[in-house]
């Protein structure tokens, strides 16, 4: 599989809109909690990702 460390980064990204997106006033707005929680699990899940592809490659012989 390629490192295409640009996707993990994106999906980084977008895990932290996930978490900022305004939805107040909208039709969404219940569903808020749950896009919080999304964001959160896509954050942390492509941090780790991320830290451990540059270990890999840090490591790698």
């Given at each position: 599989m390629q490192n295409n460390?640009?996707?993990y980064f994106l999906a980084l990204?977008?895990?932290f809109a996930?978490?900022?997106l305004p939805v107040a006033g909208t039709i969404f707005a219940g569903l808020e909690p749950i896009l919080a929680v999304i964001?959160?699990?896509v954050v942390?899940?492509?941090a780790v990702i991320?830290?451990?592809k540059a270990l890999e490659s840090l490591?790698?012989?």
């Open positions: 460390y640009w996707l990204l977008a895990g996930f978490i900022l964001g959160i699990v942390l899940l492509f991320i830290v451990w490591f790698k012989r």
